[in-house]
């Protein structure tokens, strides 16, 4: 059983930064954040692998960061030059492999840029 508790989230901005951090039960996992948006599509943001390899959506390339702290079993998302579009309910999941569908939520936390 995997628990996932993401923090980090507010209200800011156009042209701002936030990092969202997620605390897991482990750091083993491929580690995807999502973001949803009332009338939008769930969207996969960014994923990183057990080995490091990171994706990211064309929306946030060049803005958004993930990274992983081992040690802290913490996800983090870097979030930079923050676009009223951004706006949405961002989710830590945990996968047993990037391939997989599905996969265990947090609660996640909201994202507001004005």
């Known amino acids: 059983h995997v628990q996932l508790v993401e923090s ?3 209200l800011l901005q156009p042209g701002g930064s936030l990092r969202l951090s ?10 995807v954040w999502f973001r949803l948006a009332p009338g939008k599509e769930r969207e996969v943001v960014a ?10 959506a ?5 803005r958004f960061a993930i990274s992983r702290d081992n040690a802290k079993k913490t996800l983090y998302l870097q979030m930079n030059n923050l676009k009223p579009e951004d706006t949405a309910k961002y989710f830590c999941v945990a996968r047993h492999r990037c391939a997989d569908g ?3 939520w947090g609660q996640g936390t909201q994202v507001t840029v004005s």
């Open 102 to 104: 599905g996969g265990y």
């Open 47 to 56: 994923m990183m692998a057990s080995d490091g390899t990171t994706t990211y």
């Open 58 to 62: 064309d929306s946030v390339a060049g």
């Open 22 to 31: 997620c605390a897991s039960s482990s750091s083993r996992y491929c580690m």
């Open 8 to 10: 980090g989230g507010g």
